[in-house]
């Protein structure tokens, strides 16, 4: 989550995020918006979860 989305993936293709540095160099395909940090967290942990994995291939084709 971040409230900087063009931050969030420079610091990624920088490499200077532990668990993302072995696959850089990511894209982005998809930003939501939401007016909590609750909302947010909640959509984010769906997107991790098989039913989200499942919506991201169908409709993002990832």
């Known amino acids: 989550m971040s409230t900087n989305v ?3 993936l420079k610091t990624h293709n920088l ?3 532990k668990s993302t540095k072995a696959y850089i160099k990511w894209n982005l395909v998809h930003v939501e918006e939401f ?3 609750i ?3 909640t ?3 769906y997107y991790k979860s098989a ?3 499942r919506w991201r291939k169908i409709k993002l084709g990832l």
Request: hydrophobic residues 15%; proline residues 0%.
């Open 6 to 8: 063009k931050q969030r």
């Open 15 to 17: 490499g200077r995020v």
């Open 35 to 37: 007016k909590t940090r």
């Open 39 to 41: 909302e947010a967290r």
């Open 43 to 45: 959509r984010e942990k």
């Open 51 to 53: 039913a989200g994995r």
